[in-house]
């Protein structure tokens, strides 16, 4: 069975750092693009960037160039997304999604349960 | 950018009616491979977003035959064909033609 699991609800303050992660199983984590997806309080859906772990390749939005950093370690199946500084307005949910593969190419298939960021002085 | 727009924004129905929601692009969806790369995804309350639909018509695994979706190019629907309460939550379509965006999402609750 395909899992995303992704860490746990996170409450900093402005300018703190913060790493998330995605851990995958059930399928090669290696052979897939997962990508990060932002949701705001009460909003939509926003795609961050992607990243494919069997060689780090990663592309990133242009809304998100430079304001995120997405990377993988692929010994022990999890993706990452990370920020050097956080901003109240990086208070949303995030989301870990794949990419599925053949006739799914492109699609995001699977997600994970999201990991709540609130930041707030 | 593509942009997607759904109509309506919300949309409220009676159990054992159907729904539709529609999802316009701002430039066609198809890719210069020949494919048209449209989904949907239903986010229940407090809950990740779900693939429903790919390729515009197909539908993902355990999804039931109650979903459909239709269109070409830029004009794309999503069918309901009787609401069940399971339904309720916000519907969005998705294109990855060019990168990924997200139509702002429909809310299907009952009347």
């Known amino acids: 069975e395909v899992q995303l699991v992704q860490s746990g609800a996170e409450v900093k303050k402005p300018g703190e750092s913060l790493k998330i992660s995605c851990k995958g199983s059930g399928y090669s984590f290696t052979s897939y693009w997962i990508g990060w997806v932002r949701q705001m309080p009460g909003k939509g859906l926003e795609w961050m960037g992607i990243i494919y772990p069997g060689d780090s390749d990663t592309r990133y939005s242009p809304s998100f160039q430079g304001q995120v950093t997405i990377s993988a370690d692929k010994s022990i199946s999890t993706a990452y997304l990370q920020w050097s500084s956080l901003k109240a307005s990086d208070t949303a949910m995030y989301y870990c999604?794949?990419?599925?593969?053949?006739?799914?190419?492109?699609?995001?298939?699977?997600w994970g349960q999201g990991t709540l960021v609130t930041v707030s002085s | 950018d593509i942009v997607m727009t759904q109509t309506p924004l919300s949309s409220p129905v009676t159990l054992g009616q159907p729904a539709s929601i529609s999802c316009r692009s701002s430039?066609?969806?198809?890719?210069?491979?020949?494919?048209?790369?449209l989904s949907w995804l239903q986010q229940r309350p407090g809950q990740p977003p779900r693939l429903l639909i790919y390729?515009?018509?197909n539908r993902f695994s355990g999804v039931p035959d109650r979903f459909s979706g239709s269109g070409a190019g830029t004009d794309f629907t999503l069918k309901i064909s009787r609401v069940e309460a399971e339904d309720v939550g916000v519907y969005y379509c998705?294109?990855?033609?060019?990168?990924?965006?997200f139509g702002q999402g429909t809310k299907v609750e009952i009347k």
């Open positions: 999604a794949r990419i599925g593969f053949g006739e799914l190419l492109s699609y995001f298939d699977y």
């Open positions: 998705m294109q990855a033609t060019q990168l990924w965006t």
């Open positions: 430039q066609s969806l198809v890719h210069s491979d020949g494919n048209t790369y």
């Open positions: 390729k515009i018509s």
